[in-house]
């Protein structure tokens, strides 16, 4: 069954109500901070602090730990993965996508840190990779190809994340298609000083701190 005939099913069965709880479950647990929590554990204060002031994994290398942004890198991606996994176990396919992105809009507006998140990426990724798997290995076979010639995180982000939709598109999956045009062009919003950072060179690669 389709996901347009999974949604059709839901609401002909008055089962419309699973969307928001899907939704829901995953704002709360993309919400969860899990770059601020970690270097608050481990001494560092708060990341918020310094370089961009962002809470996600690229920050937080900046602080010079390299161990505390790869457990980042691989919570806020599973989160994201989490709450696709968990949505489509005890409600099925369409509620997994809101909750996927329920869970990316966790990550950027998360309602303990006042609406002032991450980027997403990880997140991103991470939502994908509950979605569909290829999806996900074509956003990081870009990510890595983009950072290795350019050293950017912000533009590798920015090129995978306008390529995915079109590929997920060209996959035959247009309603996913849908879901991840609106976490790129969410993550193009985040990145607008980045955006205009690298358009005049004032960008920081990725490794560099402050």
């Known amino acids: 069954m389709s996901p347009l005939s999974s949604l059709i099913t839901l609401?002909?069965?008055?089962?419309?109500?699973?969307?928001?709880?899907?939704?829901?479950?995953g704002y709360l647990l993309g919400s969860i901070p899990f770059g601020l929590l970690l270097t608050r554990a481990a001494g560092l204060g708060d990341v918020r602090n310094i370089g961009s002031g962002n809470i996600g994994a690229t920050n937080v290398l900046r602080t010079g730990n390299k161990g505390l942004a790869a457990a980042t890198l691989l919570l806020d991606g599973l989160k994201g993965t989490a709450a696709v996994l968990l949505a489509d176990y005890f409600f099925g396919?369409?509620?997994?996508?809101?909750?996927?992105?329920?869970?990316?809009?966790?990550?950027?507006?998360?309602?303990?840190?006042?609406f002032r998140g991450g980027k997403g990426?990880?997140?991103?990724?991470?939502?994908?990779?509950?979605?569909?798997?290829?999806?996900a290995l074509i956003f990081i076979a870009i990510w890595i190809q983009v950072a290795m010639v350019s050293r950017y995180s912000s533009l590798s982000a920015l090129v995978?994340?306008?390529?995915?939709?079109?590929?997920?598109?060209l996959m035959g999956q247009p309603e996913l298609a849908i879901i991840a045009a609106v976490m790129s062009l969410l993550i193009?919003?985040?990145?607008?000083?980045?955006?205009?950072?690298?358009?005049?060179?004032?960008?920081p690669k990725i490794g560099a701190k402050g």
Do not use: C, D
């Open 188 to 203: 193009f919003w985040k990145h607008r000083a980045n955006i205009r950072r690298l358009s005049t060179g004032e960008e």
């Open 121 to 135: 990426v990880a997140t991103y990724i991470g939502v994908l990779l509950g979605l569909s798997w290829k999806a």
């Open 160 to 169: 995978a994340s306008a390529v995915v939709p079109i590929a997920i598109a």
């Open 11 to 25: 609401m002909a069965g008055g089962l419309w109500s699973w969307l928001p709880l899907a939704f829901g479950l």
């Open 93 to 114: 396919q369409v509620p997994a996508m809101l909750a996927g992105l329920g869970a990316f809009l966790g990550h950027l507006y998360p309602v303990w840190l006042k």
